[in-house]
């Protein structure tokens, strides 16, 4: 079985702060793939970022980064300088083989992050 | 760039009355997916496919019924609706594990609510 845990349901910053999403996941395969997505008040899913088990190169892209951790079983997120802009809810998702013949890696994910930036 | 399309976008249904969602992908992907979410639960699994004419059962399958008779579109039907259907329900294509293209893509939502 797999689980996702994203302990923290609300975050409230004030702008130009940075902030960490926390995210903690289970899984029994040693081949497995963690995402993040965003989703804003508009609500559509938006694709962030794909990490494999095998690459804990942690990753940044802007403003935002990555911190891939097997030891600890997490993938956190942070936003530096956060802005208005980066108010939504944020997931973190996990997609393992499972136990179906050949893998089929449904994405399971977290009960998400809501992050508020205020000005 | 259709990628993945839903129809309809919202919907309003009298309890008992029967509707069905289509799904539209046009990235020739064989794994596709609905999802609901619901306020504080994140998205949970409601059926799945691997591929043309296969389902599955995800976490939250009951009331719903799905078919995948063309690759290119997951038809999730609700037979009799209740309240407790009321959600946004969420498709999603992946094309199949290789490491390049594990992402799942996402329809825009269907915002159902059953009265």
């Known amino acids: 079985a797999q689980k996702v845990t994203q302990a923290q349901t609300e975050i409230s910053v004030v702008e130009k702060e940075d902030v960490t999403l926390d995210c903690v996941y289970e899984?029994?395969?040693?081949?497995?793939?963690l995402f993040w997505y965003k989703q804003p008040p508009s609500g559509e899913l938006v694709f962030l970022i794909r990490?494999?088990?095998?690459?804990?190169q942690n990753e940044i892209s802007g403003r935002y980064s990555w911190n891939f951790q097997k030891s600890t079983s997490s993938f956190n997120f942070t936003i530096t300088a956060s802005q208005v802009v980066d108010s939504a809810v944020y997931f973190c998702?996990?997609?393992?083989?499972?136990?179906?013949?050949?893998?089929?890696?449904?994405?399971?994910f977290g009960r998400g992050t809501s992050l508020i930036v205020h000005p | 760039n259709a990628g993945v399309t839903q129809t309809p976008k919202f919907r309003v249904l009298k309890t008992g009355q029967s509707m069905t969602l289509l799904c539209a992908q046009d990235?020739?992907?064989?794994?596709m997916y609905w999802y609901r979410q619901d306020p504080g639960m994140g998205l949970r699994l409601i059926h799945y496919?691997?591929?043309?004419?296969?389902?599955a059962k995800g976490e939250v399958p009951d009331g719903y019924n799905v078919s995948r008779l063309k690759k290119q579109n997951f038809l999730l039907g609700l037979e009799s609706a209740a309240p407790s259907q009321t959600s946004v329900y969420f498709c999603?294509?992946?094309?199949?594990?290789?490491?390049?293209?594990?992402?799942?893509?996402f329809g825009q939502g269907t915002r159902l609510t059953v009265v």
């Open positions: 899984t029994r395969d040693t081949t497995y793939y």
């Open positions: 496919s691997v591929g043309e004419g296969t389902t």
């Open positions: 990490r494999n088990s095998f690459d804990e």
């Open positions: 998702a996990l997609s393992d083989p499972g136990e179906s013949p050949g893998g089929s890696y449904i994405p399971t």
């Open positions: 999603a294509s992946r094309l199949t594990g290789t490491y390049l293209n594990t992402e799942a893509f």
């Open positions: 990235m020739n992907h064989e794994y």
